[in-house]
């Protein structure tokens, strides 16, 4: 049994962290040249960026929250 619940403030800095590390290794692979260097940044790149900052947001929507249960 858990004696110590993992509290919303905690799942926001996880759900943070994961947006952010998510969001550099988007820019990580483009720039190491896994991806076509002429062809810029295409449509799943994009998404994967916008997917990445709304985990981002999600992530800070769950500071104020405080020490309660998640």
Do not use: E
């Amino acid at each position: 049994m858990l004696t110590n619940p993992l509290t919303k403030r905690q799942l926001g800095i996880m759900i943070s962290v994961f947006g952010l590390l998510a969001f550099i290794a988007i820019f990580l692979f483009d720039s190491f040249g896994t991806s076509d260097p002429d062809a810029g940044f295409g449509p799943s790149q994009q998404l994967a960026l916008v997917g990445s900052v709304l985990l981002i947001l999600l992530g800070f929507t769950l500071y104020p929250l405080g020490d309660t249960p998640a």
